[in-house]
């Protein structure tokens, strides 16, 4: 049971977290904390201190602490989030917190996004190809501010991998390189000093595992923290393949 406040004192929140250490063997259980709640608290605040005052074990990931480097990303009341951007004000007195599923767990709230996202990264050979070795005292062709823009806007994903937490496919096919994949497709795409072509794109996530492999739920859509179009990128892929024939 949460604790009783008193009328005008701060919030008690109790923040059941799901505890578990895979180098020690241990079963998972949940694990319950009281934090007297701060004006402007977030979820990684109260975190730090369960760590600093209550249990020095507890593990979770940050960095930036301003939902740049995606380092907190935990399912928050069961749906995924940064620990970083997520305000104690916006939840109720009981917050459970658990690992994003998908990722290898490291322990607690701790998992391994890197290796899956590395290994995305790999296959999908996402990463500007040229035909010559880059001239680093060159001055690159101007890029059209349009055109520069929508890459920007692709490239603001900060791989926390909250959409691939979030997406039904995942869960079901190992193989599905989900809603950060396809943008990362679609951003290269984009780029004029990628000298690939629309075919060369396509074949990377032209079956089930790539663009046809989206049964359209939202969900990546749903919870990316930096509010990417994720289903717009992917039903432009879609029809994009359709029209041109691809198979």
Same mark, same amino acid.
């Given at each position: 049971?949460?604790?009783?406040?008193?009328?005008? &004192?701060?919030?008690?929140?109790?923040?059941?977290?799901?505890? $578990?250490?895979?180098?020690?063997?241990?079963?998972?259980?949940?694990?319950?904390?009281?934090? %007297?709640?701060?004006?402007?608290?977030?979820?990684?605040?109260?975190?730090?201190?369960?760590?600093?005052?209550?249990?020095? $074990?507890?593990?979770?990931?940050?960095?930036?602490?301003?939902?740049?480097?995606? $380092?907190? !990303?935990?399912?928050? +009341? !069961?749906?995924?989030?940064? &620990?970083?951007?997520?305000?104690?004000?916006?939840?109720?007195?009981?917050?459970?917190?658990?690992?994003?599923?998908?990722?290898?767990?490291?322990? +607690?709230?701790?998992?391994?996004?890197?290796?899956?996202?590395?290994?995305?990264?790999?296959?999908? %050979?996402?990463?500007?190809?040229?035909?010559? =070795?880059?001239?680093?005292?060159?001055?690159?062709?101007?890029?059209?501010? =349009?055109?520069?823009?929508?890459?920007? =806007?692709? +490239?603001?994903?900060? %791989?926390?991998?909250?959409?691939?937490?979030?997406?039904?496919?995942?869960?079901?096919?190992?193989?599905?390189?989900?809603?950060?994949?396809?943008?990362?497709?679609?951003?290269?795409?984009?780029?004029?000093?990628?000298?690939?072509?629309?075919?060369?794109?396509?074949?990377?996530?032209?079956?089930?595992?790539?663009?046809?492999?989206?049964?359209?739920?939202?969900?990546?859509?749903?919870?990316?923290?930096?509010?990417?179009?994720?289903?717009?990128?992917?039903?432009?892929?879609?029809?994009?393949?359709?029209?041109?024939?691809?198979?």
């Amino acid at each position: 049971m949460p604790a009783a406040t008193t009328p005008g &004192a701060p919030r008690v929140l109790t923040l059941r977290i799901l505890r $578990s250490s895979p180098t020690e063997g241990t079963e998972p259980r949940w694990e319950d904390f009281q934090v %007297e709640e701060a004006e402007g608290m977030t979820l990684f605040l109260a975190l730090s201190e369960i760590r600093e005052r209550q249990s020095p $074990s507890l593990q979770f990931d940050f960095v930036c602490r301003a939902g740049i480097c995606g $380092s907190c !990303g935990m399912l928050i +009341d !069961g749906k995924p989030g940064l &620990a970083c951007r997520s305000l104690t004000r916006d939840l109720g007195s009981v917050i459970t917190l658990a690992p994003l599923p998908v990722f290898e767990l490291i322990g +607690d709230l701790s998992v391994n996004t890197g290796k899956w996202m590395r290994g995305t990264a790999e296959r999908l %050979e996402t990463w500007i190809h040229s035909q010559s =070795e880059p001239d680093l005292t060159a001055v690159e062709p101007r890029m059209e501010p =349009e055109l520069a823009e929508a890459i920007y =806007e692709l +490239d603001r994903c900060i %791989e926390c991998g909250c959409c691939v937490a979030g997406c039904g496919t995942v869960h079901m096919r190992d193989e599905f390189v989900g809603a950060v994949g396809l943008n990362k497709i679609a951003r290269f795409r984009l780029d004029p000093r990628d000298v690939r072509s629309d075919d060369d794109f396509y074949e990377l996530i032209g079956d089930d595992t790539g663009v046809f492999g989206c049964m359209s739920l939202l969900g990546c859509h749903d919870v990316c923290p930096k509010g990417l179009p994720l289903q717009t990128q992917i039903a432009f892929l879609r029809r994009k393949m359709v029209t041109v024939g691809f198979k």
